[in-house]
């Protein structure tokens, strides 16, 4: 299956063609009949002679020729033995724009048509749809009425209101597209199947997605990286809604999907280098920036500006986002020195006055891109009555070719600037409407710069791991109606992922106790094994500091003090394991935490009542890479303490690390293990390693 | 000294008027004989005859009448001189629109500037500004060649550059202005003396503010309260920049003055409900919304859309701003279901679907208005085919004064969407350009709201500190030239105002230690008394958990120790005091911060290591009333373990916020203190109180 007939078909049949104006039937042939496409189009009605002046036909088959692409609009119910039909006048595309399938609980229809779809090797667009556009062949097979110009830009969005909006807010903004399609419920193309496909497009350069689920976070991250690590990347920037909890329900009555956990998107954002923007507005910004812009080479910004105030904003909004203001080098001081008025500030921001004409912008635009310590240039202008905006607008295109370097550019007001900023975005030159909204743009830019430079992930190596014990485990349990496996259990199967547990032994009586003993020259720890107890040291289930001499005595003392306390718990054993020193260890938590759309993900961050009141918490898609590893450690703030705070020992991060991988592995292969939490991980100095003091395992 | 003359004069004399183009001399002239001023207008220049058809004076004296204002734009070094002939001609005000004072260095000229003027009873605006306008009778007083429309919102900036720019955007966005200000360096006029001004000025409805840095808090607190608080409030909205140090810095080479640190001004604004914008662009959709709606009772919105996907999205920024969707009332819910289509989602996000015409928006904002449950309403449009736009701009407007709710509407796009933006933003409708901004503003408006709606703060009574004791310490400190009061005397000192320290002794021999010894029945702690050591335990200076009767032979350990560690130290004996039992105490720290412009802060915050790594500490302006001091604790996450984490003993609350309340004072009438902190402070569980358990002081 190929989307290319989907987006460059010869020939398109409207199945459910209509003549009543301001139907979608209707809309679809007339915007394919009137917008300048120039393939054969066959409207399919069986009451109808003619639309728009096309024939139309009773049935698809009547279709004298080949049709590459069927556009349907009819009742849900018909729409799947359309199917056949469509695939024996040869279509390679459906773009499907009929509601009443999952969206109304019509999971049964849907999925016949994606069947339906999958046996004639056709690719299916919706159900639940817009429609495509392809600008470059003037086809909007679609029922919005505005044809977007051709440009660079592929837009997919799961929400076909949003595109009519995105489409009106395009031509103001001089955007460009090259594909654009509403992607609706996503019966058989999703996101990856659209990345694939726009992966090969010659004719797009940046992605821009509008997203409210995602699923098969393994492929999705294959697919994006292709395009956003290969050698001539191609962006993809995401505007993902349900982000928080009320936007997640309003977005699952509305798509019939569940929106995921918000930590999940992030996790796998920044697992292929894709780019989250915040709002509409932001998204606008950040295709003008990726699709008109190099790459910078590093974070050091330069402003340059007549007018101190929004300079000093825009320098805000720089920092805070995470550039760093250039400093200039001394030859450029000294020739901007020799260029500009005596009370210009040569710092950074470069404030050439409020009396520039547009030949100083010229001679700071040509010193600073020659600067070496610059790799990004802001350019704000206000307009006072000297100012001459065309002729400065004219200055910022000619020159924004030769620096190599990218350069945003605020023309601030929408009166008097406006024809200088209508010059600028028609010579592809990043114009923002506010000064802030330009640092912003340029900080996500950087990133994105950053993430590119990153060298591979580096992997695990997990070869040592016993995956089919744990599979055997599992599967017992499960015949057994076995799901909760308390620490003694649990400890055994992280072992088997060579995690490091704690030696123990599980002793049943007083005489083992003391046997097991003669192992340990230390104090030991004595917990109780009983899957009917949750919470051990409230019935005196805990025991510690006992050194082996007394194990024996201290075994019949609590079997006694459970019977007592607990008399209908089954007790399995005592659990017997070396007394950890944890005055030198800090702990920790690593967990897993399950999106429902997107799969397991790992969880590690500060351990104690520190996790709950600072959610000092980084999550990871599993598996994670080693790589991915050091990065989640470094978004958290206990990341600090790991490397050594106030002069304090640094660590044995390298042994978190290998935990957090071989923990990710384990939760990535058993899909059934539904919680799973460490905590304690006692992390020690040094190279002292890592110890888990306490797990549990939930499986379903 | 009073503004009105500034703003409403009769009669206007331009000192420094000139023939040439582009001059701000000439713009000035321009400006005012052309954009409809009615008063009478006078040029100054010894060397024209004529301007725009306007007798030229060759000097102030010379104008036959009584002038109100004079607008000056001759060199710096000239301007103090004219105070006294525009005084005799009868002047009340001045606008200084040369620039060359403070800025560049001249400091003693303005300050000769700002004497004339005040001798004379002159108010002044400037120097280094772009000059005033008052729209409603046509005064553009500025070299600002666009004159904006009148209307009720105040705007003050302290970058006159930034004025054209706004004066620019308003047009589009059909803002109006009662007042208009570029206020320069603020010699003498400045947000406070603008703030009394516009308290009274019965134009202004809502005054928007660019600033860079303020002066006395107390004094702008106490202005800028009389317009928050008052019955008919009129809302403050500041525009501050320098949030980042780097901003901090350019705005410096800016104004020449210096940038506060951002903690302060949070602070300052939350202390009097002033309404701080992130961004020029929320700036605009503030001053939009606050003048066009009423204050809503609750953070309860609805949002009603015709699209799935922005709706989404508008949730997710309102939740995420701290708004909380409206569960709409049964009777609402009836009522929505008889006139939507079935498949329209009546839970709120109320999405009425795609094909909506104007009715159905009409019945939803109908409906919604008449619920008890909705506080505030959003209005998200996206053009579909059948959309009526201007129809429902129409609805829109009509509907709004009758709902007595605040309402925002978003009409997605730039292109079709238009004409009905236009109707609206002519009908005072609160619009803006992308949903997430409707979301955005709205939470502002309803924080205000809330800001309103609180009591009277409610103060601390002190009158049992010893305000004249400590005076007299810190005197003979000066005249000692001492700066440094390590833990005893520090101590001494947070005594005399009456907080939680120690009782502690100071002893000199082995005897006096045993003497002291016999008052204790517990354990104590003694620290050595040195102002030649810092760090006390590093050297021996600390010893913890002495009974009673080892007091003498600790004495002597600890001299021994001191002396062949620290040979050189001073010893002015040894502190001992009660051991306090830390194992239930919470440790805060408590201290001082100093912001250059505003004054001493308070800061609280987690003490140990979490200070640092989660930088878990808030501020006030010190002095702080006992509501604020509630504020401050509910803005950090330690609050939790105060009022109790998991179960745990809540801690006392009251005590810490006593403790907060006189150190506050106490920082307050002491601004010579230059660093404080109480680190830590010890805060116990239930009614048991705080502790001091260390403290420094230096003062400059």
Redesign the interface.
Known sequence: MSLSAVFNPKSIAIVGASTKI?SVGN?IVKNLATQGYRGLIYPVNPKVDEIYGLKCYKDISDVPETVDLVVIAIPASFVPEVIPAAAAKGAKGVVVIS?GFKE?GNVELEHRLAEECRKHNIALIGPNCLGVINPAIYMNAS????MPKAGSVAFM??????C??I???A???NIGFSKFASVGNKAETDEIALLKYLYTDKETKVVAM?V?DLKESGKFIEAAKKLTKSDNPKPIII?K???????AS??A???GSLAGNDAAYDALFRQCGVIRAS???QMFNLIQTFTSNPMPKGRRVAIVT????????T??????CGLE?AKLSPESIIQLKAVLPP?A?L???I?IL?DAKADRYAEAIRIIGQDPNVDSVLIIL?????TQIEDTARIIIENKNSLHKPLIACF??????VSGIAMMKSSNVTVT?????AAEAMAVLTRFAEYRSEPEDEQFDFSDIHYKEVKKIFAEARTKGIKYFPEAEAAKILKLYNLPVLSFDVVKTSAEALTVAKKHSGKMVMKIVSKDIVHKSDVGGVMLGISPAEAGEKFDEMIRLIKKNCPKAAIDGVLMAEMVDRSKAVELILGQSKDPSLGAMLMVGLGG??V???K?VAFGLAPISKTEAYKMLSQI??H??IEG??GQAKLDEDALIEAMGRLSKLVHDFPEIKELDINPLALFPDEQGAKVLDVRIIIE
């Open positions: 301001g809309d509601a109304t029922f919005s009425v505005l969005s799961q929400s076909g209101a949003l009519t909006a489409l009106d807010y031509v103001k903004l509008y409210e505007l809604s349900g982000r928080t909890s009320a936007g309003a977005s009555s509305h798509t709002s509409v507005s007549n007018a101190g105030g929004p300079g000093v904003l320098t805000d909004m720089a920092i805070s203001l009370s500030s710092a950074n921001p404030d409020g206000t307009p006072q009555s000297m601030m007001g929408e009166t008097t600037v409407a506010f000064p802030e909204e009542i520190y709950e009141l600072f000092d703030k206990a600090k303490i705070l106030r």
